[in-house]
């Protein structure tokens, strides 16, 4: 698991790339039909300039107004299709300079150049790139869009320094487990006072990664500032949820160490390793690493 920043959204809760394309998708369509019976290949152009991008753009807005991490049609992801929709408008559209109507074709090849670049260039184009969330062997194309910051319209996700707790580093253990006794004097996250059970299960995360253990909790006044994010475990299996659908992300299970990217007065918001969020409502009884 790793620290991800959530992407910058530029106009409601759509991100440059996605800015890029959905634009790009429009002005190609109408670029399309002022050119329809006036070029060669009337069926291209329908296809390939005006139905294909439009559904591709709708998929794009649509994943990221539902709050999705990915949208997979097939074997392919969202993005490898709109890759190849954006590549094959690409070439229908400079075939078609030079014809009849070419005040429209020059807008069918800029719409369509902006379908190429928001889709191809997210690998050379940080400010695109940055709509993915980092996978270490794993194409681009295939990984999961990291959310949007600030929130936008109704797509649920969570604003980057809200709130927050910092690991424990009171103590260290033994034997290369995870010890789960917490200092004297350290208050609990839950309605229990009583320090989190000791687990024997081997983290996922190396141990130099999380070495020290201890219970966190809900204090009045805290001492000083806490950072948003930390380790910590679970002694029973816990869902952690879509904020935006309340649909499960995925389960945060005992025995392995998740990162919180933030505290919420609901629960934690809680990062997988492969990327994903999810709010975690059952906080009772956490240990800290």
């Not at 039909?33 to 152009?45: I, N, Q």
């Amino acid at each position: 698991m790793s620290e991800q920043a959530n992407a910058r959204a530029v106009l409601g809760p759509f991100t440059a790339r996605e800015t890029t394309y959905l634009a790009g998708a429009v002005v190609l369509a109408l670029a399309s039909l002022f050119s329809f019976g006036r070029t060669r290949g009337d069926f291209a152009v329908i296809v390939l300039g005006l139905l294909a991008p439009l559904a591709a753009a709708a998929g794009v807005a649509w994943r990221r107004l539902r709050g999705r991490a990915r949208l997979d049609l097939g074997s392919f992801s969202l993005d490898q299709l709109c890759a190849v929709v954006a590549a094959a408008a690409l070439v229908v559209a400079l075939g078609g300079l030079g014809g009849a109507g070419a005040f429209a074709q020059l807008f069918a090849v800029l719409g369509a150049a902006a379908l190429f670049v928001a889709s191809w260039g997210a690998s050379w184009i940080s400010v695109f790139g940055a709509d993915y969330v980092p996978t270490p062997g794993v194409p681009l194309l295939r990984r999961d869009i990291a959310p949007t910051s600030p929130v936008g319209w109704g797509a649920g996700f969570a604003e980057p320094g809200v709130g927050g707790h910092e690991a424990g580093t009171h103590g260290t253990t033994s034997g290369g487990g995870v010890g789960g006794q917490a200092e004297a004097g350290a208050p609990s996250f839950g309605a229990s006072s009583a320090p989190a059970p000791a687990r024997s299960a081997v983290p996922r995360v190396p141990h130099a990664a999380a070495p020290h253990t201890s219970v966190i909790g809900s204090s009045a006044a805290p001492a000083e500032p806490e950072p948003a994010a930390f380790w910590f475990a679970v002694p029973d299996a816990r869902p952690a949820v879509n904020r935006g659908t309340g649909a499960v992300e995925f389960t945060v299970e005992p025995g392995e160490w998740f990162l919180a990217v933030r505290t919420l007065p609901e629960g934690l918001v809680v990062r997988h390793d492969d990327g994903r969020e999810g709010l975690l409502r059952d906080t009772d009884d956490l240990e800290l690493g």
